[in-house]
């Protein structure tokens, strides 16, 4: 009894403080998402326009959630989860939207998010089972999921010369 208390409060105390879990759906590889700690969740914002995807994550299903350390980045837990997901408008869905707002940076349409967070997103709860897993021997490094909001393009050529007289100008 004792070790399940200590591993829920671990479960919670790391994901609260965690701005990013990497979460893994059935045959999907793990992806950084962002989310917020409510009501003994963690409550997840995705699947629409400009919205972070939540690719494997489907109601009724499960998932592995590995929380980082905010300051050193290492893994801390991971935990198994129950995937709900929040019916659009419902009392439960207004309160973690209500979370969700304050942590959503830079929404294109301000406070009108909610709005367009009821049409076009999904709004999952990621409950802890109880069960979590080793922490592995190996660091389990993944190459990057492609994106199409990465781009690398060449330096301009007058970048370096800008970059050095600020430097010197100090």
Not at 27 to 41: D, I, N
Not at 71 to 82: E, I, Y
Not at 92 to 110: C, H, I, M, Q, Y
């Amino acid at each position: 009894m004792t070790s399940e208390l200590l591993q829920r409060a671990l479960i919670e105390e790391a994901t609260k403080k965690s701005g990013l879990v990497w979460v893994r759906g059935p045959g999907v590889p793990a992806r950084a998402l962002w989310h917020v700690w409510h009501e003994g969740a963690a409550c997840l914002l995705g699947d629409g326009p400009g919205e972070q995807p939540l690719p494997g994550l489907a109601d009724g299903g499960t998932a592995e959630v590995t929380v980082r350390s905010k300051d050193k980045g290492g893994r801390l837990v991971t935990w198994s989860a129950r995937v709900v997901e929040l019916a659009s408008g419902s009392e439960a869905w207004r309160a973690a939207v209500a979370e969700l707002k304050g942590k959503r940076l830079n929404a294109p349409d301000g406070e009108a998010a909610v709005e367009r967070w009821a049409r076009e997103c999904r709004v999952l709860r990621l409950e802890p089972t109880g069960a979590t897993a080793p922490l592995p021997d190996d660091a389990r490094a993944e190459p990057p999921l492609p994106t199409p909001a990465t781009t690398r393009t060449p330096v301009p050529a007058g970048l370096p010369k800008l970059l050095l007289k600020r430097r010197k100008r100090r």
